[in-house]
């Protein structure tokens, strides 16, 4: 319990008058010093201890697409030992300060509050910790208890419906395939159980860990790679077009794990592996989907890195960025020579210059993921 910025106001006024009325003998000014002590006392009777609830957090559900919905559910019971006066609960979420005025409530009782969490952004939204507040009605004195923990949600990037692109392997006269042919399987990331999957494949020191079960999953190293490239530099992307750059890469690689395709995700600014492993990437970050919640842009460029280290070893290429200068463009060419098919996706709603993609790259102009969706089918 604690005088409020006011409380300490009318004590330190109340101190005041009182020195000033005994020093000159007026009565009255005597008096009024009292009143305000004794309203502060009032004050500290009405507030008296901090509320004892305890709390129970759910979000619901832990994970979902940006934009779509997702709330919190708070429980907050009272002690059963006695009733509880009004208090105010001052909820965090992501830092930001959330309140909400509760009843009084019976020993024992309990009540629940649920509100929508802000998924426009990609990330983890976490809620709590929480303030229990219980405050006089002058505005005096504030009683209030912390009460740890905390649930969150995971906001992912949106995944669109694609097909997945050729392999660029010629199998006839009629062009590229989707069709791969059988071969040896071999690690390519960890991803959560689901039933169905092969119980020898569950890597148990991971799935002790983190409390769920984890299993390796394996691919076929015969299948062609797919490598997508996201441009994180801010010197290509606006904040904006990012998230729409998020989400084709988060479909493109979808759509290559549902038709069982080796996949790669790199980023321009060198944030892909330790020590610039560019192969042993994926294995160590973690999932795609991972990746591509966490990623934000940055003023790091490691577009030459990339160019001197990457060798497409017959793989397909997508690099999705904003849009790019001269520069840029000539250390794509270096980048995608010897990738095929290779893709320039260029996402920009105020393109300033038509897109003029390296030569053996296919320009993919766009303003959003959905104009994306629409215009995949007619460049493959």
């Known amino acids: 319990m604690r005088l409020t910025a006011l409380g300490r106001a009318v004590v330190a006024a109340s101190a005041a008058l009182?020195?000033?009325?005994i020093a000159l003998g007026l009565t009255p000014v005597?008096?009024?010093?009292?009143?305000?002590?004794a309203i502060v006392g009032l004050a500290v009777t009405a507030v008296v201890e901090s509320p004892a609830i305890s709390v129970r957090r759910a979000a619901s559900p832990p994970e979902v697409e940006r934009s779509a919905p997702a709330a919190v559910t708070l429980t907050l019971r009272a002690s059963p030992r006695r009733k509880q006066r009004r208090f105010t609960v001052i909820e965090s979420v992501n830092g930001e300060r959330?309140?909400?005025?509760m009843p009084a409530l019976a020993?024992?009782?309990?009540?629940?509050?649920v509100y929508e969490l802000d998924t426009s952004r990609r990330g983890t939204v976490t809620a709590g910790p929480m303030l229990l507040r219980r405050l006089d009605p002058f505005g005096l004195v504030i009683a209030e208890r912390k009460v740890s923990g905390s649930c969150s949600v995971a906001v992912?990037?949106?995944r669109h419906h694609l097909r997945m692109l050729p392999t660029g392997r010629q199998r006839d006269l009629e062009?590229?395939?989707?069709?791969?042919?059988?071969?040896?399987?071999?690690?390519h990331q960890l991803r959560e159980y689901v039933p169905g999957d092969d119980l020898r494949h569950i890597h148990w020191r991971t799935s002790a860990r983190t409390g769920t079960l984890v299993v390796k999953q394996l691919v076929d190293t015969t299948k062609p790679e797919i490598v997508v490239i996201v441009d994180n530099r801010r010197s290509a992307v606006t904040e904006t077009d990012f998230e729409e750059v998020v989400e084709i890469a988060a479909s493109v690689l979808h759509a290559a794990d549902q038709?069982?395709?080796p996949s790669q995700l790199l980023f321009a600014d060198g944030s892909q592996g330790a020590d610039g492993d560019l192969d042993s990437a994926d294995a160590a970050a973690g999932s795609?989907?991972?990746r591509l919640t966490d990623v934000r842009t940055t003023e790091s460029d490691s577009m030459l890195e990339l160019a001197e280290a990457l060798r497409a070893r017959g793989r397909s290429l997508v690099f999705i960025t904003g849009e790019l200068g001269a520069p840029d463009l000539t250390l794509l060419a270096r980048i995608a020579s010897g990738f095929s098919p290779a893709y320039l996706v260029s996402v920009t709603r105020e393109r300033r210059v038509p897109l003029v993609a390296p030569p053996g790259v296919v320009a993919v102009p766009v303003a959003s993921a959905r104009e994306f969706v629409a215009a995949w089918p007619a460049v493959r």
């Open 98 to 101: 959330r309140a909400a005025a």
């Open 175 to 187: 062009g590229p395939t989707r069709e791969v042919s059988e071969g040896s399987a071999s690690f």
């Open 107 to 113: 020993p024992g009782e309990e009540t629940s509050i």
């Open 156 to 158: 992912r990037p949106r």
């Open 288 to 290: 795609h989907l991972d």
């Open 259 to 261: 038709d069982g395709f």
């Open 30 to 37: 005597i008096a009024l010093a009292y009143s305000g002590f």
């Open 18 to 21: 009182l020195v000033a009325g």
